[in-house]
């Protein structure tokens, strides 16, 4: 099961994220297990996100993705 989040979140890391900070915490990534773009609804002006599902130091997986230049923590798994 997974839990939909969609928050703009702070990131560190050059070209892709090694840390995120939500709800006061921060979070190590260890491990990048997928990525991918994703266009969306192009035909309604969607912008395309690029997707990352990564693994956290506390053992947690997450979904970020990054929209132009911010990044969001889409979504958490069970």
């Known amino acids: 099961m997974s839990k939909l989040v969609n928050h703009p979140i702070k990131v560190t890391g050059e070209s892709l994220p090694k840390q995120f900070y939500w709800q006061g915490r921060q979070y190590t990534i260890v491990e990048i297990l997928d990525q ?3 266009t969306g ?3 309604q002006g969607e912008i395309e996100k690029f997707f990352l599902r990564v693994v956290t130091a506390d053992n947690s ?3 970020l993705y990054r929209q132009q230049r911010q990044w969001h923590l889409y979504k958490i798994y069970d």
Do not use: P, S, T
């Open 61 to 63: 997986m997450v979904e």
């Open 41 to 43: 609804c192009w035909w």
């Open 36 to 38: 991918w773009w994703d």
